[in-house]
């Protein structure tokens, strides 16, 4: 096998940090460049190569692209959500022009193969809300799922046009209990975990019937593996994979908490997030990406719920958190 080495442009966020300590496990440290615009304090980003960079800087990503000579790109960088909302020319130009750059830069300096996530935020208020298939309306209103919907379309022009291997996955809201979430509307799911094992409560910035499509992190890092490591002739969608694991609403995810942590009681508030919740699908059809390269999750919402609270629930019993 030749020598493959891998570089992650977000590699601190909450996708970057678990696929960086995968793809280290696969190709080993030293061919793994972790790429962030934030410079990390802790131990194990200094473990192996790591650069500060901001994916506005073209320059830089060239520069890095010489240096290194990657032969593979997962390009994570993104406003997610509820921040773009916040910025909504910083969310269009992070998001997109950042694309752009990774994708001519992949092209120039040969790159074999880009992974870049798009998101359930590409559907929108006249998409079907149930089981929602790969192909069905989409009307994206938040900047967030204006960017992931374009940048889809990007993905294919790319590959149809300049035969750029880039492949990926519309993630659900993601929960995992190694890095925080980063500004996402699904956030919640996250946040709640840690707030009941630290002080028993929770004010909940969704309404309690929200319904949301989630995924457990080791099944989104499962899943972009699969798909980046998947024969090219798979993957016959180049644009953007539905994936599913469970939907549940906050009151479900709650009650689930209240067995593991008895006296947790959750409130809810909702905020500006609500109306971005209100214009997404509450649960994808992913029969496509099933059947071209094998994707199964492994986790339900019990499993799921399980395996957070024997994690965290440590950490805070013994004041690491
Ligand atoms: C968000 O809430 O913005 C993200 C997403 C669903 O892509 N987690």
């Known amino acids: 096998m030749s020598k493959e080495t891998v570089m992650i442009i977000g590699s601190c966020g909450q996708v970057g940090t678990e696929l960086t300590e995968s793809l280290r496990t696969l190709y080993g440290t030293s061919n793994v460049v972790a790429c962030d615009i934030r410079k990390p304090e802790a131990d194990f980003w200094s ?3 790591f650069e500060q960079m901001d994916v506005l800087d073209v320059k830089k990503i060239a520069e890095l692209l010489k240096k290194y000579k990657p032969t593979q790109i997962y390009h994570l960088a993104a406003l997610l959500s509820a921040t773009a909302e916040k910025n909504p020319k910083l969310g269009w130009s992070l998001n997109m022009d950042g694309l752009f750059y990774v994708f001519d830069a992949a092209l120039e300096f040969g790159v074999k193969r880009v992974f870049w996530p ?7 208020p006249n998409t079907p809300k149930q089981n929602t298939p790969q192909y069905c309306v989409m009307d994206p ?21 300049y035969g750029l291997d880039v492949r990926s996955i519309r993630y659900p809201g993601l929960i995992g209990y190694k890095a925080e979430a980063g500004g996402g509307t699904t956030d919640y799911a996250v946040e709640i975990f840690h707030e009941a094992l630290k002080n028993g409560k929770y004010e909940c910035f969704l309404g309690e019937n929200t319904f949301l499509p989630m995924l457990y992190m080791p099944d989104a890092v499962k899943a972009t593996l699969e798909i980046t490591h998947a024969e090219s002739n798979l993957i016959k969608n180049r644009s953007s994979y539905n994936i599913s694991g469970f939907s549940f609403t906050p009151a479900l995810l709650a009650e689930k908490i209240k067995k593991h942590v008895s006296n947790f009681e959750i409130t809810y508030k909702p905020d500006h997030r609500q109306a971005i919740a209100d214009s997404w699908p509450q649960s994808i059809d992913d029969a496509e990406a099933r059947s071209d390269w094998g994707w199964k999750n492994d986790f339900d919402l019990d499993a799921m719920v399980a395996d957070m609270i024997k994690n965290l629930a440590p950490r805070y019993k013994t004041g690491e958190m």
Request: with cysteine; glycine share 12%; hydrophobic share 20%.
């Open 118 to 124: 798009s998101s359930i935020a590409v559907f929108g």
């Open 141 to 161: 209103n938040t900047v967030y799922g204006i960017t992931k919907q374009t940048g889809e379309r990007y993905c294919e022009y790319y590959h149809k046009r």
């Open 47 to 49: 473990e192996g190569p």
